[in-house]
């Protein structure tokens, strides 16, 4: 049974994008501990000859006209907006300034 | 007034025995007085609600056609945008938040003239099963206050069992709408997946979620499942098919010749005595009314829970990647070079509640290199065999049954702090979103040792959401005449009038 330390959570969360705290990254090793264990049993029954199935419908490529619709205008879109500019979103610098 | 049934109500309004904005005013001025005690509500639209009633009424005055449920008030669960109305998912990360477009849900609700009263309170993103999750604080349960609503869908089933709403909709990934209805004794049914649009419900898991009808009876249940349902193109997984016909379903309540398959696997050890003793009555009761009652089973049920907190955190690591803290909702950090990254992460941290981290880096973990096969990919396996299960079950019967919940009521805060104890309740909810197909709540009658409500499950197949119509509908109508009125008047009083 796998279970995973302390730094492997620590990724996980870097990974997710969320800066935990010592303690969050503490508690959720103890409870994955459990969780992982609960959850595993699935493989008991996954054998190779079983099908996965990723959804309740039999669906494929669901195709529409390529037309123009009614839309948000500029403004909607940018209601929610934290911080906009020029009509655009604002967002904090993405590479870094030795880049 | 508030007590009576949303068919009831439709009725007086048709007949100009009330109008619209008195019956929303009532429902409003019973908010104010209960919602402090229950907080079924995070946001109270006061001023919408009575615009939209009196437009209903003007409509009506003018001779427009109205339809059967123009003009009754409704809660909206939190996780569907409605436009200029706050939308939180009862999470920090969206406080404030003013969609700027109406889900398809909204849209259907809007055109049928119901009255949407406010946004209802739920476990964050949906995650949960007592509503304790939720940022805002717990709804309290009107059968006793101390107690869970249920969860997700808490604030909805809350609302109706304390007359604060006759109609209510709720949103159904793992039981969200079915467990909150069996601990409130209120009913409430998740439709076949796609039968309603998920065009606007904020995704937490996407092949299981499932916006369905929560009321106080099957018809209410049924008419409300009309109004919302419907192929969208905006939702590529919507069924292009006519809508099952489930208000003449629960009309007319036959259940002759009709065969019930009770689920062998989802009973007994782990049941509460009194949740088994009302689900015994209730299989005697659609026997006498007609229906033949046959044990049917389905052996891989018992991996369906492992399964579900796989698949469904491994899609909401995905779904949940959208609250980046750049295009809405909350952003911290934003100092002067701080980058994107840092800002995500510090945003992430405060805006996110407890349980939905845990599942956000269980997905994470579920999906990863290495490990993807052994839990993604097996779970998707588990998803075949209980789909295959019901199939071979459904050759045998037109229903299957089962208790919804495996206990009444639990303390608020009594298994707060263990996950797996409190992933337990959904038992026997989740088997049906694994499989897409539909499945329904409503109340058997109060457990003997606690006087806490009971629910019975019904589930159909794909796109037959009528045949659980006619069963509940059937129960319903032979428990009424066995009470003599509804369960819900056993409920105690939340003080003020009536």
Same mark, same amino acid.
């Given at each position: 049974m796998s279970s995973l330390s302390r730094d492997d959570v620590a990724n996980l969360a870097r990974l997710a994008r969320i800066e935990m705290t010592d303690e969050e990254l503490e508690n959720l090793t103890t409870e994955f501990g459990v969780i992982l264990n609960a959850v595993a049993r699935v493989q008991e029954v996954a054998t190779t000859d079983v099908a996965a199935t990723s959804h309740p419908l039999p669906l494929k490529n669901i195709f529409r006209s390529d037309v123009v619709i009614p839309s948000l205008t500029p403004e909607e879109a940018l209601s929610g907006a934290p911080a906009s500019e020029e009509q655009r979103f604002r967002v904090p610098q993405i590479l870094g300034e030795e880049a | 007034m508030i007590k009576n049934s949303a068919a009831e109500m439709s009725a007086a309004l048709s007949s100009g025995a009330t109008t619209s904005v008195a019956l929303t005013q009532a429902h409003l001025d019973r908010i104010s007085e209960v919602d402090g005690k229950v907080h079924a509500f995070l946001y109270v639209d006061t001023q919408g609600a009575l615009e939209q009633a009196k437009k209903i009424d003007d409509a009506r005055a003018r001779g427009e056609k109205l339809g059967p449920l123009a003009g009754v008030p409704l809660a909206l669960k939190d996780v569907l945008v409605q436009k200029d109305v706050p939308t939180t998912c009862g999470s920090k990360i969206l406080e404030g938040w003013r969609p700027p477009y109406d889900s398809t849900v909204v849209a259907n609700l809007k055109n049928a003239g119901v009255v949407i009263l406010g946004k209802t309170n739920m476990d964050e993103f949906a995650m949960g099963s007592s509503t304790e999750n939720s940022a805002y604080g717990p709804t309290h349960n009107p059968w006793d206050l101390t107690r869970i609503p249920g969860g997700s869908g808490g604030g909805s089933s809350a609302a109706l069992a304390a007359f604060e709403a006759p109609l209510a909709i709720g949103t159904d990934t793992g039981g969200s709408i079915r467990q909150p209805a069996a601990v409130t004794g209120t009913v409430g049914v998740k439709p076949t997946y796609g039968g309603v649009s998920r065009y606007g419900l904020v995704a937490f898991s996407s092949s299981l979620d499932q916006a369905g009808p929560c009321a106080r009876t099957v018809l209410d249940t049924a008419l409300l499942h009309e109004v919302i349902a419907g192929h969208d193109p905006r939702d590529s997984t919507s069924i292009n098919a006519p809508v099952p016909q489930v208000v003449a379903a629960a009309k007319s309540g036959d259940v002759k010749a009709m065969k019930i398959g009770v689920v062998k696997e989802l009973n007994g050890d782990g049941y509460q005595a009194g949740v088994r003793q009302r689900f015994e009555e209730s299989l005697e009761l659609l026997a006498k009314a007609g229906a033949e009652i046959v044990e049917v089973s389905a052996p891989n049920f018992e991996y369906a829970l492992a399964a579900y907190y796989l698949i469904a955190p491994s899609e909401c690591s995905s779904n949940l990647?959208?609250?980046?803290?750049?295009?809405y909702g909350l952003r911290v950090g934003?100092?002067? +070079?701080?980058s994107a990254e840092s800002v995500m992460n510090m945003t992430r941290e405060v805006g996110f509640g407890r349980e939905v981290k845990r599942r956000i880096l269980l997905g994470t973990y579920a999906l990863s290199s290495g490990y993807y096969d052994a839990y993604y990919g097996s779970a998707q396996k588990v998803r075949t065999l209980i789909t295959q299960d019901f199939n071979k079950a459904f050759e045998k019967c037109d229903v299957m049954v089962s208790p919804t919940c495996p206990t009444t009521a639990f303390k608020i +805060?009594?298994?707060?702090?263990?996950p797996l104890a409190m992933y337990l309740n959904d038992i026997a909810t989740i088997p049906v979103n694994m499989a897409g197909i539909g499945g329904m709540s409503l109340p058997s009658g109060v457990a003997p040792e606690d006087g806490l409500p009971v629910g019975f499950q019904i589930m159909s197949p794909v796109m037959q959401d009528q045949r659980m119509y006619s069963v509940g509908a059937a129960l319903e109508a032979a428990l009424l005449s066995k009470w +003599?009125?509804?369960?819900?008047?056993q409920a105690p009083e939340l003080g003020g009038a009536a």
């Open positions: - | 990647a959208r609250f980046d803290a750049m295009r934003d100092t002067d +070079g701080a +805060g009594e298994k707060a702090d263990d +003599g009125s509804p369960l819900l008047s």
